[in-house]
T-cell receptor, first 115, second 116 residues
Framework: AQSVAQPEDQVNVAEGNPLTVKCTYS??????LFWYVQYPNRGLQFLLK??????LVKGSYGFEAEFNKSQTSFHLKKPSALVSDSALYFC?????????????FGKGTRLSVIA | GAVVSQHPSWVICKSGTSVKIECRSL??????MFWYRQFPKQSLMLMAT?????????EQGVEKDKFLINHASLTLSTLTVTSAHPEDSSFYIC????????????FGPGTRLTVL
């Protein structure tokens, strides 16, 4: 069965420091991987995705994520956190050749950036 | 990116009434849409997959007679919560994606339902 693990419920970072939000997955083959952000009382906004090629993917708002096949991880990173980055972050996965099936989401990690 | 809208953004209703939530893909055609439910401080729970012109596929544990889904066109799917009760109060989010398993899902802004 497919699954996504976000081991941290909460991540606290000081403004200006680098941030990492962790994600590991359990899917056969090389899946497509996604990161989303959700602000309070809003839907999810797409940040970035890994399809193929370069393991380091750059996305919106200065975020990037690194695909690590051997560790089955896709951690979200940002070199310098902003207070406005405080939100709920979701990692998601979809197996290749699965058609238009729904993404499988992790439980989410709440990021708090402290001024 | 593609835009998905939802209406209404919030609704308050009395117990026993029905509420319809609309989900529209504004600048693309979506043969498939997804409906999620989110409880406070929790992840998304997939309720059903809505396919244009056919019956929705419901996830285990979701009552199809209570949560009616209609996907009448390539740009509109509706979720009707029938005979709503306070335990149906939640944040409902719809999503759609372009064809192709490598494409991301685009999410609507969500609908906050409160049943009194």
């Amino acid at each position: 069965a497919q699954s996504v693990a976000q081991p941290e419920d909460q991540v606290n970072v000081a403004e200006g420091n680098p941030l990492t939000v962790k994600c590991t997955y359990s899917v056969s083959g090389n899946p497509y991987l996604f990161w989303y952000v959700q602000y309070p009382n809003r839907g999810l906004q797409f940040l970035l995705k890994y399809i193929t090629g370069d393991n380091l993917v750059k996305g919106s708002y200065g975020f990037e994520a690194e695909f690590n096949k051997s560790q089955t991880s896709f951690h979200l990173k940002k070199p310098s956190a902003l207070v406005s980055d405080s939100a709920l972050y979701f990692c998601a996965v979809r197996p290749r050749n699965s058609g238009n099936t729904p993404l499988v989401f992790g439980k989410g990690t709440r990021l708090s950036v402290i001024a | 990116g593609a835009v998905v809208s939802q209406h209404p953004s919030w609704v308050i209703c009395k117990s026993g009434t029905s509420v319809k939530i609309e989900c529209r893909s504004l600048d693309f055609q979506a043969t498939t849409m997804f409906w999620y439910r989110q409880f406070p401080k929790q992840s998304l729970m997939l309720m059903a997959t809505s396919n244009e012109g056919s019956k929705a596929t419901y996830e285990q544990g979701v009552e199809k007679d209570k949560f009616l889904i209609n996907h009448a066109s390539l740009t509109l799917s509706t979720l009707t919560v029938t005979s709503a009760h306070p335990e149906d109060s939640s944040f409902y989010i719809c999503s759609a994606s372009l064809a192709g398993d490598y494409n991301e899902q685009f999410f609507g802004p969500g609908t906050r339902l409160t049943v009194l």
